[in-house]
Protein backbone atom coordinates (compact mmCIF):
# COMPACT_ATOMS: atom_id res chain seq x y z
CA UNK A 1 0.00 0.00 0.00
CA UNK A 2 1.69 3.68 -1.32
CA UNK A 3 1.96 5.92 1.49
CA UNK A 4 2.53 8.85 -0.16
CA UNK A 5 3.32 10.63 -3.48
CA UNK A 6 5.36 13.92 -4.38
CA UNK A 7 4.90 15.65 -7.50
CA UNK A 8 7.15 18.22 -8.85
CA UNK A 9 5.41 21.15 -10.67
CA UNK A 10 6.22 24.02 -12.43
CA UNK A 11 4.08 26.52 -10.57
CA UNK A 12 2.95 25.93 -7.36
CA UNK A 13 0.36 28.40 -6.88
CA UNK A 14 -1.47 26.88 -10.12
CA UNK A 15 -0.45 23.40 -8.75
CA UNK A 16 -2.29 24.29 -5.47
CA UNK A 17 -5.34 25.86 -6.50
CA UNK A 18 -6.34 22.88 -9.00
CA UNK A 19 -5.18 20.10 -6.56
CA UNK A 20 -7.20 21.81 -3.82
CA UNK A 21 -10.18 22.06 -6.04
CA UNK A 22 -9.85 18.79 -7.45
CA UNK A 23 -8.89 16.66 -4.29
CA UNK A 24 -11.56 18.67 -2.15
CA UNK A 25 -14.56 16.04 -3.65
CA UNK A 26 -12.62 13.33 -2.12
CA UNK A 27 -12.31 14.53 1.30
CA UNK A 28 -9.09 16.71 0.91
CA UNK A 29 -7.83 19.74 2.53
CA UNK A 30 -4.75 21.79 2.20
CA UNK A 31 -2.83 20.84 5.53
CA UNK A 32 0.59 22.08 4.74
CA UNK A 33 2.64 25.09 2.79
CA UNK A 34 5.48 26.21 3.93
CA UNK A 35 9.02 26.82 2.25
CA UNK A 36 12.41 24.78 3.22
CA UNK A 37 15.52 26.34 2.17
CA UNK A 38 13.47 29.02 -0.06
CA UNK A 39 11.45 26.27 -1.65
CA UNK A 40 7.51 25.90 -1.32
CA UNK A 41 6.17 22.34 -0.74
CA UNK A 42 2.39 21.94 0.08
CA UNK A 43 0.41 18.82 1.45
CA UNK A 44 -3.26 17.48 0.99
CA UNK A 45 -4.60 15.25 3.76
CA UNK A 46 -7.49 13.02 3.76
CA UNK A 47 -8.98 11.11 7.09
CA UNK A 48 -7.08 8.58 7.60
CA UNK A 49 -8.85 5.28 8.21
CA UNK A 50 -6.32 3.10 9.81
CA UNK A 51 -6.40 7.01 12.77
CA UNK A 52 -9.79 7.69 13.07
CA UNK A 53 -10.86 11.07 13.70
CA UNK A 54 -6.93 11.88 12.10
CA UNK A 55 -6.08 13.53 9.03
CA UNK A 56 -2.95 12.07 6.72
CA UNK A 57 -0.90 13.94 3.94
CA UNK A 58 -0.47 11.84 1.64
CA UNK A 59 -0.07 14.44 -1.30
CA UNK A 60 2.73 16.49 -1.86
CA UNK A 61 3.72 19.44 -4.22
CA UNK A 62 7.14 20.68 -4.16
CA UNK A 63 7.88 23.77 -6.29
CA UNK A 64 10.31 23.33 -8.93
CA UNK A 65 13.19 20.95 -10.38
CA UNK A 66 15.04 18.62 -8.06
CA UNK A 67 17.98 19.40 -6.51
CA UNK A 68 19.72 16.83 -8.27
CA UNK A 69 18.59 18.19 -11.85
CA UNK A 70 15.22 16.37 -12.57
CA UNK A 71 12.68 18.76 -13.89
CA UNK A 72 9.01 19.15 -12.48
CA UNK A 73 7.12 15.75 -12.77
CA UNK A 74 5.31 15.34 -16.27
CA UNK A 75 3.44 12.29 -17.69
CA UNK A 76 2.73 10.40 -14.36
CA UNK A 77 -0.39 8.75 -14.20
CA UNK A 78 -1.90 8.52 -9.85
CA UNK A 79 -5.43 7.35 -9.24
CA UNK A 80 -6.81 8.55 -5.84
CA UNK A 81 -9.95 6.03 -4.11
CA UNK A 82 -13.38 7.94 -4.34
CA UNK A 83 -16.20 6.57 -1.90
CA UNK A 84 -18.74 6.45 -4.88
CA UNK A 85 -19.17 7.30 -8.16
CA UNK A 86 -20.89 10.99 -7.42
CA UNK A 87 -17.53 11.59 -6.20
CA UNK A 88 -15.81 11.08 -8.92
CA UNK A 89 -18.40 13.18 -11.21
CA UNK A 90 -17.40 16.09 -8.39
CA UNK A 91 -13.50 15.40 -8.91
CA UNK A 92 -14.25 15.48 -12.97
CA UNK A 93 -15.91 18.36 -12.33
CA UNK A 94 -13.64 20.40 -9.97
CA UNK A 95 -10.74 19.49 -11.51
CA UNK A 96 -11.77 20.67 -15.32
CA UNK A 97 -13.20 23.86 -13.46
CA UNK A 98 -9.73 24.60 -11.78
CA UNK A 99 -7.92 24.76 -15.23
CA UNK A 100 -7.71 20.71 -16.12
CA UNK A 101 -7.86 19.38 -19.25
CA UNK A 102 -10.01 16.64 -19.68
CA UNK A 103 -8.38 12.91 -20.22
CA UNK A 104 -11.51 10.87 -20.01
CA UNK A 105 -15.14 11.96 -18.72
CA UNK A 106 -16.35 9.66 -15.87
CA UNK A 107 -18.19 6.06 -16.97
CA UNK A 108 -17.63 2.77 -16.42
CA UNK A 109 -14.60 1.18 -17.37
CA UNK A 110 -15.48 -2.46 -17.89
CA UNK A 111 -12.46 -3.52 -19.66
CA UNK A 112 -10.50 -2.91 -16.11
CA UNK A 113 -13.82 -4.68 -14.12
CA UNK A 114 -17.39 -4.48 -14.30
CA UNK A 115 -17.76 -2.18 -11.71
CA UNK A 116 -14.58 0.48 -12.48
CA UNK A 117 -15.87 3.69 -12.88
CA UNK A 118 -13.61 6.49 -13.16
CA UNK A 119 -12.49 10.21 -14.33
CA UNK A 120 -9.61 11.25 -16.02
CA UNK A 121 -7.76 14.84 -16.46
CA UNK A 122 -4.48 16.36 -17.12
CA UNK A 123 -2.83 18.65 -14.28
CA UNK A 124 -1.11 21.56 -15.09
CA UNK A 125 1.92 19.74 -15.32
CA UNK A 126 0.24 17.17 -18.18
CA UNK A 127 0.22 14.18 -15.04
CA UNK A 128 -2.80 12.32 -16.33
CA UNK A 129 -4.64 12.27 -12.46
CA UNK A 130 -8.10 10.01 -11.77
CA UNK A 131 -10.78 9.53 -9.15
CA UNK A 132 -12.07 6.04 -9.17
CA UNK A 133 -14.79 4.01 -7.54
CA UNK A 134 -14.40 0.20 -7.57
CA UNK A 135 -17.77 -0.24 -5.97
CA UNK A 136 -21.22 -1.54 -7.40
CA UNK A 137 -23.82 1.36 -8.45
CA UNK A 138 -25.75 1.65 -4.94
CA UNK A 139 -29.30 0.47 -5.77
Known amino acids: MLDHM????????RSTAFYAA????????LAFDQAFDGVRVVGFA????AL???TRIDTWLV?????????????????????DRAAVDAFHAAALAAGGRD????????HYHPHYYGAFV??????NVEAVCHAPMAA
Open 63 to 83: DGASPHGAGPTSGCHLAWSAP
Open 6 to 13: TFRVHDIA
Open 22 to 29: ALAPLGYR
Open 46 to 49: SADP
Open 103 to 110: NGAPGLRP
Open 122 to 127: LDPDGN
Open 52 to 54: PGQ
